[in-house]
């Protein structure tokens, strides 16, 4: 690996940045406008917020931007005829305020009331935040200023309704925030650190009085069954008839993601539905004359309902349901039976990606007799959460759920959490899985492959003469031509600062692999064009191939970044490949690219 020559206060000024990226974005979720700058007060990073307020920003604004140019757009947005010649003015002035404000202030711009804060960040430079008066006050605005002075994004999670735990790869717990410490009964997030999950059930129902207790055993039952399984949603009773649903997901490095749902309100309403079904079947002019108790509850309702009585007929089906499924008003109003539903969503193609045994299932009725809780994506992309309950003496009540945000803010965790934040390359971790299964199929017959090692010359100089900024726009650029340059399955990584690497598959031969590294060499050859620079970057390339190079992924990593370095210190733009029995060149004092 090549050393890190970066000062210091650089790599903290980048990492700060780092850890800001994410929480300029979650502001926009605040309806909080942001825009950072550095030491320089050259523009660094702001979010959609930002753009919505001031629009003449849109399609203008740049990375490494001096905050005179944001500040003139603004003022001939502003400025009448009268005042523009004074324009000169208002942008010192206005540099001036944003340097040494530490007050928030308001004022009026496109129809809006909007309080304006700055911020000083150590190491990094300076935040001005923007807040409509309409959708806050100041204690919103000073708040965030809080969240955002600690830079610590986690602080945003006590704004949401729900509970949120992680948990160490020991599965104690790390943090919670507040709906967590108000859904357990704790004294405060102190009492959680440390524990496990269980224990903090059982000190929720502590205090609870003993005919509560039955609920208790069975809510222990459900966390020992559920909790080794991430990704599947289990529900828990609570003291005082409140019910928890939990649902978790494991990040690659072990540490555990857990939301906790409130559903009391949830469970109370399916109890007064199956009450009211088995009112329904004592009699029938009962169920055609539903009270108007229980047709708000389904009107009002989050969830889709639909209750099956147990001669296959649609009893109920509220708006949501049918908004959320795509049925016909007309359809639902007629009593159809079940299997009619089916027809009619079978015609619109609702099931034409449904695997074969699935769709006999639904062909023969699509009712089992048990409680069932599945997902169904539908044809427009959205993800509805299904759940069934049998009635006693025939039929089922179901509830449905649109879990399509869930499901994307998970997905988009999970891609965050496996490529680089920077280039969107595939991360370190990702790469050596990829390497690792690649061992293993290779052992079982499939043809070799090879490791490419990559470190970029000349990136320090870059770098450090024109900022971090400039740099960063390089590596992307770097990184869309490698990723260009490679053959559609084949791995591209970011190993992290200016190291890449290139799994390449079905590898015949030395030369087939030489000819993939000479490809990516021309790829970085020519010059690059960033802010006005013209710049010009090369690679030092060593490769491993399997099994001549090794029989695991540790061991090709170590002898394609040992081959690198020969090549570094053949020359820029050279490419080695890695042969058996060669001495490691690798040291601490390697020259970084």
Excluded at 18 to 32: M, S
Excluded at 454 to 464: A, G, L, R, V
Aim: glycine share 8%.
């Amino acid at each position: 690996m090549s050393v890190d020559l970066q000062p210091a206060p650089l790599r903290a000024a980048a990492a700060a940045l780092d850890l800001l990226r994410p929480l300029v974005e979650a502001l926009d979720g605040l309806g909080i406008a942001c825009c950072l700058f550095d030491t320089a007060d050259a523009t660094l990073l702001w979010n959609r917020s930002f753009l919505q307020f001031f629009p003449e920003h849109a399609g203008a604004i740049q990375v490494g931007e001096p905050y005179a140019h944001n500040l003139r757009r603004f003022y001939e947005k502003r400025l009448d005829d009268l005042e523009k010649p004074a324009i000169e003015r208002y942008i010192a002035e206005g540099i001036a305020r944003h340097q040494a404000q530490q007050q928030p202030f308001v004022f009026s711009h496109g129809g809006r009331q909007l309080r304006v804060a700055s911020l000083p960040l150590p190491g990094v430079g300076r935040i001005r935040l923007w807040r409509d008066e309409s959708a806050g006050g100041p204690a919103s605005m000073a708040r965030c200023f809080t969240d955002v002075a600690d830079l610590d994004g986690t602080a945003l999670f006590d704004h949401v309704a729900d509970g949120f735990m992680v948990t160490d790869p020991d599965h104690c717990i790390a943090w919670v925030n507040e709906p967590f410490v108000h859904l357990y009964g704790l004294v405060d997030r102190a009492a959680a650190r440390g524990l496990r999950f269980e224990a903090v059930y059982r000190l929720a129902w502590s205090g609870a009085a003993p005919q509560e207790h039955p609920l208790f055993e069975q809510g222990l039952v459900v966390l020992e069954e559920n909790l080794r399984f991430a990704g599947a949603p289990f529900e828990v009773p609570l003291p005082q008839a409140r019910w928890s649903r939990v649902v978790a997901q494991h990040g690659p490095d072990g540490r555990g993601y857990f939301a906790h749902v409130d559903i009391t309100v949830l469970k109370r309403q399916q109890q007064q539905l199956l009450a009211a079904e088995r009112r329904a079947r004592e009699s029938e002019t009962l169920l055609r004359q539903k009270s108007a108790l229980l047709e708000a509850t389904l009107e009002r309702m989050e969830q889709g309902i639909m209750m099956v009585n147990a001669q296959r007929v649609v009893e109920v089906c509220n708006r949501r349901a049918m908004q959320l499924l795509d049925l016909p008003e007309d359809l639902m109003a007629s009593r159809p039976s079940f299997q009619s539903v089916l027809d009619y969503q079978m015609a619109q193609g609702e099931f034409d990606h449904t695997p074969a045994d699935v769709l006999d299932f639904i062909r023969e009725g699509g009712i089992l007799g048990v409680s069932q809780r599945y997902e169904r994506p539908r044809p427009d992309g959205r993800v509805i959460e299904i759940f069934s309950v049998p009635i006693e003496g025939g039929g089922v009540v179901r509830t449905y759920t649109d879990i399509s945000d869930r499901r994307r803010s998970e997905a988009r965790i999970r891609h965050l959490a496996r490529h680089d934040g920077l280039t969107a390359l595939v991360n370190r971790d990702a790469f050596l899985e990829s390497l690792t299964e690649a061992v293993h199929v290779a052992r079982l017959g499939a043809a070799p492959f090879a490791v490419h090692y990559i470190d970029i010359d000349n990136f320090k100089p870059i770098n450090d003469r024109f900022g971090h900024a400039v740099g960063d726009q390089v590596l992307v650029m770097v990184a869309d031509r490698m990723r260009q340059t490679a053959k559609d399955g084949e791995v591209v990584a970011r190993l992290g600062g200016d190291e890449f690497a290139v799994l390449q598959y079905r590898v015949g031969n030395e030369q087939s692999a030489r000819s993939l590294a000479d490809r990516l060499l021309a790829a970085l050859a020519p010059p690059m064009e960033v802010e006005g620079h013209r710049l010009t970057v090369g690679a030092s390339i060593g490769i491993a191939l399997y099994p001549e190079a090794g029989d695991d992924a540790d061991l090709l990593m170590r002898h394609a970044d040992s081959a690198m370095y020969v090549a570094k210190v053949q020359g820029a733009a050279s490419v080695q490949l890695y042969a058996r029995g060669a001495p490691v060149l690798r040291s601490s004092a390697s020259p970084s690219g």
